[in-house]
């Protein structure tokens, strides 16, 4: 079995709120995160998927980094990174990349493309073969676009291209793990297939490690090994995509495959919808026991008194219920 | 069937500093009581501003439109788009509604959502405002809103994205209309909320006979509510049918491109590569010559005298009651398919 790139232990990241006019009364925590643990294996796809919410990009943003977390362990090759300070961060930021969702705005308009994919070399001190216009260059093609395109700006391309940018930037210091947040979701219908397929090959050409975070179920199961589903800042379900979607086996996942709109009419109609009552509770309130139990139709007293612990039910397929189907 | 709206040869255009931006051209359609109609295209596809202009929303003053959108009424037949102002609002919202993407921005969150749903009574009833209040907690409870008389009291932000779209569907049917415009209602919502607002739309619409039309770019969502479906592409209506020739016969590259390049759930895909329309979505000022999807289509080629570069098809009748404009037959698109599926395979 290939070995891990990334093992995250009981990750807690949990937010203080504001305390307002309130004075005295406690400072209400949105606990984001509450005790996720997974790993992700050399050059393996994990996908990450939930409502909103339910802090999946909590997790892609903390395990970056970009977040000091509250509690728990992230181990990246083989290092414990979580209480590294910033400047001891440095060495593995090279290692680790991210892709975000809106591609207007993680790239700097004031930037031409050219300049926004240097500074990966430039930060890092590192001066590529050939030199840094030409890796820029290689990078450009890479990724399907026009080398000669190096000092456009930003906003001469549309949402897909952009988005080919942010993955060129991503790509440029050759990491083992990129966090993608959302990637084609911004995009349009006939675009996100690219992008998607884009993101297919570099993986599988370079082996690149990939924590893909989405709520479209239908991209995630395209792209990802793994799927990891999140409610209310814990997991629920983790297993091979092919058996979480084949046979979930928490009722919320079950919930969530259901309540996906199927784009073939005849299929849709045959098929049995659950529809969950109400909304997600708020995270800064979560219920108690089993966060899910509030919507749950399976629910009963256990539920409502305790957590149920993630447990390993079959071969890493995991499961947070006191009740799987 | 008597169409309830017919909207004819409406053309939409926005005179902008850099030309004329043709959001919608020779678009027509229509839709019947009881009967579901998609709109479904990607951005800047014309879907949401054709009907913007059915509603007659748009600034007169920097938009030029033209065409018809007849409303059959039981006084007669009124066209829409020459209608004036106060007629336009004599109908809006009695016999036609629309709700919007954004349930957060269309609420106004100063006021309790029941004063702002009375008020949508109020503008076609004389009563009390005891007796607007009495009807938004009836419209409340009939959204499907826990606690109605309480909630009628709340503001916006006190409800979650999904209440508040309900409240939105309450404001907009609390006058019984007849038709219902809804522009990407669950676009803004999580997937298991979204299942409810369709169900709700469904079922509000089954209770009252309305017609109504959907505007989405979310296939899946089209095949779960829709009778009928306009696909539209750079302004125009690409392809229009039941539900079924659009899913499982459809005769534009651009509706097959689109059901093709989706990764799906039910069967797997693992390991398939998505087939992606290569290129992107041609600018509404500067339109190619001929048909608008030419250069991203993998059938052009196959056209004689480069047809599709040069001459902008017609909606033609391809099979029964199932509209293409393209240049292509029906049995040619299946023919070249056949060839051409794995040989488009473009990343």
């Given at each position: 079995m290939a070995e891990n790139i990334l093992e995250v232990n009981n990750l807690k990241m949990h937010f203080e709120g504001k305390r307002g006019f309130?004075?005295?009364?406690e400072t209400p925590v949105v606990k984001?995160?509450?005790g996720v643990t997974f790993n992700v294996k050399v050059g393996e796809s994990v996908g990450l998927v939930g409502e909103s919410g339910c802090g999946k990009t909590t997790v892609g943003r903390t395990v970056m980094k970009l977040y000091e977390p509250t509690s728990g362990e992230i181990i990246f090759q083989g290092q414990?990174?979580?209480?590294?300070k910033p400047r001891a961060m440095k060495k593995y930021r090279s290692s680790m990349q991210m892709i975000f969702q809106d591609p207007f705005s993680s790239l700097?308009?004031?930037?031409?493309v050219g300049s926004i994919i240097e500074s990966s070399f430039v930060i890092h001190g590192i001066t590529p073969e050939g030199g840094v216009k030409e890796a820029v260059r290689g990078l450009l093609a890479k990724v399907g676009?026009?080398?000669?395109?190096?000092?456009?700006?930003?906003?001469?391309?549309?949402g897909g291209q952009r988005q080919r940018i942010g993955i060129a930037r991503a790509l440029a210091l050759n990491p083992k793990f990129i966090v993608a947040d959302?990637?084609?979701?911004?995009?349009d219908v006939s675009i996100q297939a690219q992008i998607v397929n884009l993101l297919d090959d570099l993986q599988k050409e370079f082996g690149i490690a990939f924590l893909f975070i989405a709520h479209d179920l239908s991209v995630v199961q395209h792209i990802s090994d793994r799927v990891i589903v999140m409610y209310l800042g814990k997991i629920m379900e983790m297993a091979p995509t092919f058996d979480l979607f084949l046979?979930?086996?928490?009722p919320y996942t079950k919930a969530l495959l259901s309540a996906v709109p199927v784009p073939d009419p005849k299929i849709g109609r045959a098929r049995e919808k659950i529809l969950l009552q109400g909304d997600l509770p708020s995270p800064a309130n979560p219920p108690k026991g089993c966060v899910f139990n509030t919507r749950c139709?399976?629910?009963q007293d256990l539920c409502r008194t305790t957590v149920p612990e993630v447990l390993?039910?079959?071969?890493?397929h995991s499961l947070a219920c006191h009740f799987p189907e | 069937m008597s169409k309830f709206l017919e909207v004819e040869n409406l053309n939409v255009s926005f005179p902008t500093e850099d030309g004329l931006v043709q959001?919608?051209?020779e678009v027509s359609y229509s839709v019947g009581l009881g009967e579901t109609l998609a709109i479904v295209g990607e951005s800047g596809s014309g879907k949401s501003v054709s009907n913007l202009a059915v509603m007659g929303l748009h600034n007169a003053g920097s938009t030029n439109i033209s065409g018809h959108a007849w409303l059959d009424l039981p006084s007669g037949r009124v066209d829409l788009i020459s209608a004036k102002p106060e007629e336009l609002r004599a109908l809006r919202g009695k016999e036609m509604a629309m709700i919007f993407q954004d349930p957060m921005s269309a609420?106004?969150?100063?006021?309790t959502v029941g004063k702002q749903i009375a008020e949508a009574w109020h503008l076609h009833n004389t009563g009390s405002k005891r007796a607007g209040l009495a009807r938004a907690v009836e419209m409340l409870d009939l959204v499907g809103i826990p606690d109605a008389s309480k909630r009628?009291?709340?503001?916006?932000?006190?409800?979650?994205g999904g209440m508040r779209q309900r409240v939105m569907i309450a404001m907009s049917l609390i006058n019984n209309p007849s038709l219902l415009i809804a522009d990407e209602?669950?676009?803004?919502?999580?997937v298991t909320v979204q299942s409810q607002i369709l169900q709700l739309i469904k079922d509000l619409q089954k209770e009252f006979n309305m017609a109504v039309i959907m505007i989405t770019h979310d296939l899946g969502v089209v095949a779960e509510v829709a009778d009928r479906v306009c696909v539209m592409y750079a302004g125009k209506i690409v392809e229009t049918g039941g539900i079924d020739d659009i899913f499982y016969?459809?005769?534009?590259p651009y509706t097959r491109g689109l059901l093709a390049s989706l990764p799906r759930l039910?069967?797997?895909?693992?390991g398939h590569r998505l087939l992606a329309i290569p290129g992107t979505p041609p600018s509404l000022i500067n339109l190619p010559n001929g048909c608008s999807f030419a250069p991203r289509?993998?059938?052009?080629?196959?056209?004689?005298?480069g047809l599709c570069t040069s001459t902008t098809p017609k909606l033609e009748l391809?099979?029964?009651d199932q509209w293409a404009?393209?240049?292509?037959?029906a049995s040619d698109v299946s023919r070249i398919s056949q060839l051409q599926i794995g040989a488009t395979i473009n990343g």
């Open positions: 309130s004075f005295g009364s984001a995160v509450d414990d990174i979580s209480k590294l700097n308009p004031r930037h031409t676009l026009n080398p000669e395109h190096i000092n456009r700006f930003p906003h001469e391309f549309s959302e990637p084609v979701s911004a995009l046979k979930p086996r928490h139709w399976k629910a390993e039910i079959a071969p890493s | 959001a919608t051209n609420l106004h969150p100063f006021f009628v009291n709340d503001f916006p932000h006190q409800f979650s209602p669950t676009t803004a919502l999580d016969q459809s005769v534009h039910e069967q797997s895909s693992l289509c993998a059938f052009a080629e196959h056209v004689g005298s391809k099979r029964e404009r393209c240049h292509l037959g």
